[in-house]
């Protein structure tokens, strides 16, 4: 065990740190439908559109397309919105910490501080040094 203890931390370590972006990638593609990171009709978002803007689809929200984003702007340098169907209200992002649920929490706060604090533990403290 301690010739491969460091190398199973680090396995864990970084398996903690990857679970936060491993589950965007899964909710995104509808894998996680069941396990939400985000609260549904999260009333925070309402109020993330200045303009209190209704939507049916994202190009309601302007008239002006950002990048290759599915986000509209009323013209190019003004802030982007995107419009989400459980409110359809025009917002800058659904991912926000005021919006994540139980599971949200357990993995986007939890395990990546569980994560760094471990990575942490192996590397040593870098920030005193002689």
């Known amino acids: 065990m301690q010739m491969y203890g460091p190398t199973m931390m ?11 972006p491993t589950c965007h990638v899964l909710g995104d593609h509808g894998y996680l439908a069941n396990a939400s990171m985000f609260i549904p009709n999260c009333p925070i978002r309402r109020y993330q559109s200045p303009n209190k803007r209704s939507c ?8 002006y397309r950002c990048g290759g984003s599915n986000s509209y702007a ?41 994560g760094f604090g471990q990575w942490k533990r192996l590397h040593g403290d870098s920030s005193t040094s002689e």
């Open 10 to 20: 680090f396995v864990l370590a970084s398996c903690l740190i990857l679970a936060d």
């Open 74 to 114: 009323d013209e190019h340098g003004q802030d982007c919105y995107t419009c989400y169907g459980d409110t359809n209200v025009c917002s800058k992002g659904k991912e926000t910490f005021g919006c994540l649920s139980t599971i949200g929490w357990i993995i986007t706060v939890g395990c990546t501080y569980l």
């Open 56 to 63: 049916h689809q994202s190009s309601d929200c302007g008239a």
